[in-house]
């Protein structure tokens, strides 16, 4: 590596060390048995498992008790909802949910004394494990330019600092203010309502890496970019389609509503490369019943389709289903419906004379017979929810995707009504909360409007920068300084080596966090760590313990009360930051009382109620026992958009190229079911019979054969976007049950080999399960290569 002598300090230590932005080891994997149930014993064991690895046995246990109960605290897992009646007296929390707690309520802290200890440099090496298990944050820190360490500073200091950066910006466009999801109601709306009276709309979230290809979807054909289904369809409903999802691991809780659904005779189809246990068979840890025998076959069919081979499956499917309809017409499709509220059905029909069903059927990977099952159980039922995750949204066509399966629904009339609909799953706990309250670089007129018209400021109507232009912006510094409410930036977003050369030209970086992370340690010239209050801490607002409020994959808004004592004294929560942030920044100027905001979250709701539909009357409504349902036209059969009126549109799509090159493998990136996101809780991932490590690559066994490797082979890992060379060194082989040409991979340790260009049409998402790369054996002089810009 050829030293850079024009850097001085910490900075030009770490961009020698190879490693630093993505530290890789291999440890000592062993392989187990692939599961094909999920939950049950093992996951109540792990769930105290961790409790007690995190020395918080009993503050856990007591917390575990109270989350998602009426009164309680909002699980900061998954955005899952809540049943709407009765609640499960044994705890309505998961095994993720409990790791999750067992994270946040931990005793262990990192203390100014740890920094004093630690420097920036020493701690760059750790990988995300080792970094995330030092503890809870427990005060302000601030790293001055070239310094080694960071060091204590008061919060007024820190305030009055990050005001001096933001006010010398020549534009405020030259900020970025990025949000991951967590971020209750009432921040996110001060936070958003903050930038937009400095000035910009520069507001990346972790939705840009997320469900913004469902919102894309979604708000242009139904009027709505969210789901349109509640948990009570899923109890009484005939199909339900979970494709590109992996609810054992990323929303447990839902098998307990697939289960149900299951019982009360609803049939299940997932699709899925991956044969994941949580969609074959469920044992609900939360029933006596499950833990100590039996429990529920979930999928009736599993489709194993090629990575990307959805457009493909779906159109085959629309073709089998045209045939069935022409067999028995007016039994399958519903065109009452199709009259009625959709339009573009002729010209939908007419395309399928261009497609040919075989080579369909081969594209999806998926063998014709288990298509015609599937088609045969859409063309006999009637009410079906289709369910998706990241499987669909990270793909390059996602967008596409979705209009796809909207494409059947609308051919069934199954969409508006009970037990019918889409659901797309959502990830963080109040992501679709943090979109509602326009966190969001895109708000529309009618948005900006009604604030303009409550607060009186004109608030910036040009669009900002999302994720991956923000990104882009920070290369090339047009954007001097970001600030994230929350979230790992840096190891969520793609394009690892690139992503951290563009921190690294940053004036400032701001992380206002729970946990040490990764974005504190590959940072801008000067940093700031603002540690926060977490969804389970007691929040203390003028002598008294306040509540929050965030919003459920299924639009229910409710409140969440921590119970825990927080780890230390000198932590405020996150809208006490975002009112010192902008008292400091806009000091006399701004129009707004941001001190009365400080002292009443009921102030804030008072005024989201002023500035947003759906929330009149938030105080009393919140207070409520399972808090409330927002508006949702389409739920009720009513698509309003501006460019179809009242009808939904069938959508012409196209079918993706896929082809590689004798070499070339498409990669998946996919979440073990031992981490959220970047936070690594553990290092196995048991439902794929992984113990022990994260660098492996799942591969089909004939695809290894035939490149001459083996199971155990430990191997490099390359992209070529955009003719660079991206490499990710020491994978180990594992032999999968996955499609030919198909590899699975975890992130954050492969974001490395995604081309911060490869992104999802008009959500312009990372499409991160869609990867392009090359495998070779591993070579030790591989470090010699590993190009730094
Ligand atoms: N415990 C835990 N819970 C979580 C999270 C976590 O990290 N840990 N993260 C939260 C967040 S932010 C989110 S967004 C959600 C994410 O939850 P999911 O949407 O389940 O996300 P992933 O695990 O990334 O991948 C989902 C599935 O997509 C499949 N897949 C990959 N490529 C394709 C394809 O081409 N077609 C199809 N049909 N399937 C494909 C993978 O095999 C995998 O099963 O979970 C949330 N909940
Ligand atoms: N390759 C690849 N990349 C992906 C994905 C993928 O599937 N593949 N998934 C993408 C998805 S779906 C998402 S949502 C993003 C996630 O991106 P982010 O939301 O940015 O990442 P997280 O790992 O969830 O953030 C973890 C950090 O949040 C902080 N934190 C936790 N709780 C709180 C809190 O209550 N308040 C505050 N202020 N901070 C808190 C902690 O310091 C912790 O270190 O990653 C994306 N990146
Ligand atoms: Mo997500």
Same mark, same amino acid.
């Given at each position: 590596?050829?030293?850079?002598?024009?850097?001085?300090?910490?900075?030009?230590?770490?961009?020698?060390?190879?490693?630093?932005?993505?530290? #890789?080891?291999?440890?000592?994997?062993?392989?187990?048995?692939?599961?094909?149930?999920?939950?049950?014993?093992?996951?109540?064991?792990?769930?105290?498992?961790?409790?007690?690895?995190?020395?918080?046995?009993?503050?856990?246990?007591?917390?575990?008790?109270?989350?998602?109960?009426?009164?309680?605290?909002?699980?900061?897992?998954?955005?899952?909802?809540?049943?709407?009646?009765?609640?499960?007296?044994?705890?309505?929390?998961?095994?993720?949910?409990?790791?999750?707690?067992?994270?946040?309520?931990?005793?262990?802290?990192?203390?100014?004394?740890?920094?004093?200890? %630690?420097?920036?440099?020493?701690?760059?090496?750790?990988?995300?494990?080792?970094?995330?298990?030092?503890?809870?944050?427990?005060?302000?820190?601030?790293?001055?330019?070239?310094?080694?360490?960071?060091?204590?500073?008061?919060?007024?200091?820190?305030?009055?600092?990050?005001?001096?950066?933001?006010?010398?910006?020549?534009?405020?466009?030259?900020?970025?203010?990025?949000?991951?999801?967590?971020?209750?109601?009432?921040?996110?709306?001060?936070?958003?309502?903050?930038?937009?009276?400095?000035?910009?709309?520069?507001?990346?979230?972790?939705?840009?890496?997320?469900?913004?290809?469902?919102?894309?979807?979604?708000?242009?054909?139904?009027?709505?970019?969210?789901?349109?289904?509640?948990?009570?369809?899923?109890?009484?409903?005939?199909?339900?389609?979970?494709?590109?999802?992996?609810?054992?691991?990323?929303?447990?809780?839902?098998?307990?509503?697939?289960?149900?659904?299951?019982?009360?005779?609803?049939?299940?189809?997932?699709?899925?490369?991956?044969?994941?246990?949580?969609?074959?068979?469920?044992?609900?840890?939360?029933?006596?019943?499950?833990?100590?025998?039996?429990?529920?076959?979930?999928?009736?069919?599993?489709?194993?389709?090629?990575?990307?081979?959805?457009?493909?499956?779906?159109?085959?499917?629309?073709?089998?289903?045209?045939?069935?309809?022409?067999?028995?017409?007016?039994?399958?499709?519903?065109?009452?419906?199709?009259?009625?509220?959709?339009?573009?059905?002729?010209?939908?029909?007419?395309?399928?004379?261009?497609?040919?069903?075989?080579?369909?059927?081969?594209?999806?990977?998926?063998?014709?017979?288990?298509?015609?099952?599937?088609?045969?159980?859409?063309?006999?039922?009637?009410?079906?929810?289709?369910?998706?995750?990241?499987?669909?949204?990270?793909?390059?066509?996602?967008?596409?995707?979705?209009?796809?399966?909207?494409?059947?629904?609308?051919?069934?009339?199954?969409?508006?009504?009970?037990?019918?609909?889409?659901?797309?799953?959502?990830?963080?706990?109040?992501?679709?909360?943090?979109? =509602?309250?326009?966190?969001?670089?895109?708000?529309?007129?009618?948005?900006?409007?009604?604030?303009?018209?409550?607060?009186?400021?004109?608030?910036?109507?040009?669009?900002?920068?999302?994720?991956?232009?923000?990104?882009?912006?920070?290369?090339?510094?047009?954007?001097?300084?970001?600030?994230?409410?929350?979230?790992?930036?840096?190891?969520?977003?793609?394009?690892?080596?690139?992503?951290? %050369?563009?921190?690294?030209?940053?004036?400032?970086?701001?992380?206002?966090? =729970?946990?040490?992370?990764?974005?504190?340690?590959?940072?801008?010239?000067?940093?700031?760590?603002?540690?926060?209050?977490?969804?389970?801490?007691?929040?203390?607002?003028?002598?008294?313990?306040?509540?929050?409020?965030?919003?459920?994959?299924?639009?229910?808004?409710?409140?969440?009360?921590?119970?825990?004592?927080?780890?230390?004294?000198?932590?405020?929560?996150?809208?006490?930051?975002?009112?010192?942030?902008?008292?400091?920044?806009?000091?006399?100027?701004?129009?707004?009382?941001?001190?009365?905001?400080?002292?009443? #979250?009921?102030?804030?709701?008072?005024?989201?109620?002023?500035?947003?539909?759906?929330?009149?009357?938030?105080?009393?409504?919140?207070?409520?026992?399972?808090?409330?349902?927002?508006?949702?036209?389409?739920?009720?059969?009513?698509?309003?958009?501006?460019?179809?009126?009242?009808?939904?549109?069938?959508?012409?799509?196209?079918?993706?190229? %896929?082809?590689?090159?004798?070499?070339?493998?498409?990669?998946?990136?996919?979440?073990?079911?031992?981490?959220?996101?970047?936070?690594?809780?553990?290092?196995?991932?048991?439902?794929?019979?992984?113990?022990?490590?994260?660098?492996?690559?799942?591969?089909?066994?004939?695809?290894?054969?035939?490149?001459?490797?083996?199971?155990?082979?430990?191997?490099?890992?390359?992209?070529?976007?955009?003719?660079?060379?991206?490499?990710?060194?020491?994978?180990?082989?594992?032999?999968?049950?996955?499609?030919?040409?198909?590899?699975?991979?975890?992130?954050?340790?492969?974001?490395?080999?995604?081309?911060?260009?490869?992104?999802?049409?008009?959500?312009?998402?990372?499409?991160?399960? #869609?990867?392009?790369?090359?495998?070779?054996?591993?070579?030790?002089?591989?470090?010699?290569?590993?190009?730094?810009?």
């Amino acid at each position: 590596m050829k030293e850079d002598k024009s850097k001085k300090g910490i900075d030009d230590k770490i961009a020698k060390e190879p490693n630093a932005e993505n530290p #890789y080891k291999l440890l000592d994997l062993k392989l187990t048995k692939v599961e094909t149930w999920a939950a049950g014993v093992p996951a109540v064991v792990a769930a105290f498992s961790d409790l007690i690895e995190e020395k918080t046995l009993v503050r856990g246990t007591k917390a575990l008790f109270k989350m998602n109960q009426v009164g309680g605290f909002d699980c900061p897992s998954c955005a899952w909802p809540d049943p709407d009646d009765e609640r499960s007296p044994l705890g309505e929390y998961c095994e993720n949910g409990a790791k999750a707690l067992a994270e946040e309520a931990t005793t262990k802290k990192v203390t100014a004394d740890f920094f004093k200890q %630690n420097s920036v440099y020493e701690l760059a090496k750790l990988d995300d494990y080792q970094i995330g298990k030092m503890g809870r944050l427990t005060e302000p820190m601030y790293l001055p330019q070239n310094g080694t360490h960071y060091q204590p500073i008061s919060w007024d200091n820190a305030f009055e600092k990050i005001a001096k950066h933001l006010n010398k910006l020549e534009s405020p466009d030259e900020a970025a203010f990025y949000t991951s999801g967590r971020t209750s109601n009432e921040t996110s709306f001060l936070y958003q309502l903050f930038a937009k009276e400095y000035g910009t709309n520069n507001m990346p979230d972790c939705s840009n890496m997320c469900h913004e290809t469902s919102g894309s979807a979604l708000r242009p054909t139904i009027g709505i970019g969210k789901g349109t289904v509640t948990l009570d369809d899923f109890y009484d409903t005939d199909l339900i389609i979970i494709i590109g999802q992996n609810p054992g691991t990323n929303a447990p809780r839902m098998m307990s509503a697939l289960s149900r659904g299951k019982k009360n005779g609803a049939k299940i189809i997932a699709i899925n490369p991956l044969p994941e246990a949580g969609l074959m068979g469920f044992h609900n840890p939360q029933e006596v019943n499950g833990i100590l025998r039996g429990g529920v076959k979930l999928a009736d069919l599993f489709l194993p389709v090629k990575i990307n081979g959805d457009m493909a499956l779906l159109k085959a499917l629309e073709i089998m289903l045209i045939e069935f309809e022409k067999k028995n017409p007016e039994k399958v499709f519903d065109y009452d419906f199709i009259k009625e509220k959709t339009t573009g059905y002729d010209a939908f029909l007419k395309q399928f004379e261009n497609y040919n069903l075989d080579e369909l059927v081969a594209l999806s990977g998926v063998a014709k017979e288990a298509l015609y099952e599937a088609a045969e159980m859409i063309a006999l039922n009637k009410r079906i929810i289709v369910c998706w995750g990241m499987g669909l949204t990270q793909q390059p066509n996602g967008v596409e995707m979705i209009r796809e399966i909207l494409n059947i629904l609308l051919l069934k009339g199954s969409i508006g009504k009970p037990g019918a609909g889409v659901c797309p799953v959502r990830g963080h706990s109040n992501v679709q909360g943090n979109r =509602t309250m326009m966190i969001d670089e895109k708000p529309t007129d009618e948005q900006l409007d009604r604030l303009q018209s409550f607060y009186g400021f004109n608030p910036p109507r040009k669009h900002g920068y999302d994720v991956v232009r923000a990104i882009k912006a920070m290369d090339e510094e047009k954007v001097k300084l970001l600030f994230c409410m929350g979230g790992n930036f840096l190891s969520a977003t793609p394009d690892t080596t690139f992503t951290a %050369n563009a921190i690294r030209k940053l004036n400032l970086t701001v992380c206002v966090s =729970t946990k040490l992370n990764r974005t504190h340690l590959i940072h801008g010239q000067e940093a700031i760590i603002l540690p926060t209050l977490s969804r389970s801490d007691i929040d203390i607002v003028n002598g008294e313990a306040q509540f929050i409020s965030t919003e459920n994959s299924m639009g229910v808004v409710q409140s969440s009360k921590g119970i825990l004592k927080p780890v230390s004294d000198n932590l405020i929560n996150e809208t006490q930051i975002v009112c010192k942030m902008a008292m400091a920044t806009l000091g006399n100027k701004t129009v707004i009382n941001w001190q009365r905001y400080h002292d009443s #979250y009921d102030a804030v709701r008072d005024d989201i109620e002023k500035c947003i539909p759906g929330f009149e009357d938030y105080n009393a409504r919140v207070r409520q026992k399972g808090g409330f349902y927002l508006p949702n036209a389409a739920r009720h059969g009513q698509f309003i958009t501006k460019e179809f009126g009242d009808r939904v549109p069938f959508t012409l799509t196209t079918v993706p190229n %896929n082809e590689l090159a004798p070499d070339e493998y498409m990669m998946a990136t996919t979440r073990t079911h031992d981490q959220f996101n970047t936070t690594i809780y553990g290092l196995d991932d048991r439902y794929r019979g992984i113990k022990n490590e994260r660098r492996v690559i799942f591969m089909n066994q004939k695809d290894i054969e035939l490149a001459g490797l083996k199971s155990g082979d430990i191997v490099d890992l390359f992209n070529y976007d955009d003719d660079i060379e991206r490499i990710a060194p020491l994978f180990i082989i594992v032999s999968y049950q996955i499609p030919e040409k198909n590899t699975v991979t975890y992130f954050p340790e492969t974001n490395v080999l995604v081309s911060v260009n490869n992104v999802v049409k008009d959500s312009n998402m990372p499409a991160s399960k #869609y990867v392009k790369i090359k495998i070779k054996k591993h070579d030790p002089k591989i470090y010699e290569r590993i190009n730094r810009l």
